[in-house]
């Protein structure tokens, strides 16, 4: 096992963002625009992979939305959990690596929204659904 970080091309960050007033997290790889132009940074979760690196397993991740409702979902299943494709976000990593940390899918059941921390108590903002993989370290 190595003990450096993998070299990778590039990496996008994977923030979340929070609603100034209802207090609901959107996460995104991408600028926000419309009716999320409210929204202020809160965190960045980790850094995704823009492309899938070589010899390591890695799953693709879109954005998908429904409603005020967006979240991280493995690439092609956006329909199948009821939301819209929005974009590709990125890569994670299957398994850990070194200089990475994990991105958990969360659940904030009173707003009804998804969001993605690196912690898994979610940072007692929302319930952990599942872990995603891994991206790079902030």
Do not use: N
Not at 4 to 20: D, F, I, K
Not at 25 to 43: E, H, I, K, M
Not at 75 to 82: F, H, K, N, T, Y
Not at 93 to 109: F, H, I, L, N, S
């Amino acid at each position: 096992q190595q003990d450096e970080p993998v070299a990778v091309q590039v990496g996008a960050a994977l923030s979340r963002w929070v609603h100034p007033r209802q207090q609901h997290y959107v996460t995104s790889t991408g600028a926000l625009t419309g009716d999320r132009l409210t929204y202020r940074l809160d965190t960045v979760v980790a850094s995704m992979l823009t492309q899938a690196p070589e010899g390591i397993a890695s799953i693709r991740f879109a954005e998908c939305s429904r409603g005020l409702d967006q979240m991280l979902a493995e690439a092609g299943l956006c329909d199948a959990e009821g939301y819209a494709h929005e974009r590709t976000a990125g890569w994670l990593y299957a398994k850990e690596q070194p200089g990475t940390v994990p991105v958990y899918r969360c659940m904030d059941e009173q707003q009804g929204t998804h969001f993605a921390s690196s912690a898994p108590d979610c940072e007692k903002l929302g319930d952990k659904e599942f872990l995603l993989g891994y991206g790079l370290a902030p």
